[in-house]
């Protein structure tokens, strides 16, 4: 069970990173669904600041959302292997 949910994490991450609408398609439809949402929302946010500042930051927010990502992926790893690490450090 715990191998697979590694798995499916590993799965999302890499989906989220090459951040594309066909990236999708190798997903669980229950996590396709998330990640359109994710995708959808963070597009509209860049769209929204590009209207008001003249400025695109959707590369930093992929970026940002591919980092949190990682440091969640290390913390279930972390977790696994010590239960007790203070869970406030992520």
């Known amino acids: ?3 697979n949910d590694c798995f499916m994490h590993m799965l999302i ?3 989220i990173c ?3 609408t066909a990236a999708p398609d190798s997903l669980p439809s ?4 998330c990640y359109n949402a994710l995708y959808t929302i963070t ?3 860049a769209d929204m600041a590009e209207k008001e ?4 930051p959707v590369n930093h927010l992929m ?3 591919c980092y949190r990502i990682v440091f969640f992926f290390l913390a279930l790893l972390l977790n696994s292997i010590d239960p007790h690490i203070n869970k406030n450090n992520f």
């Open 1 to 3: 069970m715990y191998l």
């Open 13 to 15: 991450h890499i989906v």
């Open 30 to 33: 229950c996590m396709r669904s």
């Open 18 to 20: 090459r951040w594309n």
């Open 43 to 45: 597009n509209e946010i």
């Open 53 to 56: 500042h003249g400025f695109n």
């Open 63 to 65: 970026k940002a959302v």
